[in-house]
């Protein structure tokens, strides 16, 4: 589609023209049989209306192999049209190996948005041109949505849990933030702005800005800060209260209750936020809730930490995958943890920056 239809917004991402084609052609095999069906039923008004009173229809026993065509027709374009759909699904809500990751919180009514190597910016997220962007999602209140209709993406924002969407801005510009799901009165406020880089611009607006800590180092300091390190980090000769992090972000953690879970995302979240619900097995349920004290910005800042200590590949990871099917997108976000510069052991002071092309 021509970007300069009024009604159409911007195609900027990697994916957008595969979504407009998808719909470009929804559109015209909508149109064929509307156009067929009211034509036709025009036609046949005319053709086979009752001459005279007595007049009855005839034996329309041909008619079977007419209907049957009329609804395979129809099932197999309908076929098409769901393995096709699903296919650009697929890619759309899978992140690629090699994306970045962002963190964006919806709050009544903005956006705040964390970059990987600390920078801070609300309602505006700026990113380089032809970087894979994975945006992780969450919500300090209600549920909002984050939508960027240039890139043809759009994902809730939830309390309580993390979800994530992902894109690949191919030209440099200005596009459209939107708050995608009524959030109260200044909703229709919630906007802001994705500003697209090239490469050496936005190194120099990162250098502009003021840098801030890292997430894995503001994530570090708060492991130290809220003293969870006293029972988490191992010692020698010290009885160890709770387990040791190190190497525990994406594995499979065995609980006191038999069952074994993936530390993803969402499991760390809910560790911190609710202690007690998936204790580990050979520890007693002794952590204290940080409900409360913690903000989402920290929250997100200490998995970052957790998930900088390791391990770096394995089958698990992401569980943020949003409404993506959940082998898949473990898979790829696993992938994409490998990668991440959040994931570089060590990599604590700053030193986390977006891989260059
Ligand atoms: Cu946030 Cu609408």
Redesign the pocket.
Known sequence: MKSTFPLFPDSASALSGRVDALYAVWVLVSLFFTVLIFALIVFFMARYRRGHPEQVGGDERAGVWLEILWSAVPLAIMLFMFAWGARVYFQLYRPPADAVEYTAI?K??MWKIQHPDGQREINALHVPVGQSIRVKLASEDVI??FYIPAFRIKQDAVPGRYTSLWFKAEKPGTYHLF?A???GTE?SR?IGSVIVMEQRDYENWLAGGTPGKSMVASGADLFTSLACVTCHRAAPGVTQRGPKLEGVYGSQVKLADGRTVVADDNYVRESILNPTAKVVAGFDPVMPTFKGQVTEEQLTQLIAYVRSLGPTGSDAAGGTGGTAPAATANTSSAQMDANSPLNTPGATKGAAKPPRK
Do not use: L, V
């Open positions: 919806g009544q009514w909002h949505s708050c799901e009524y959030c909703h919630m």
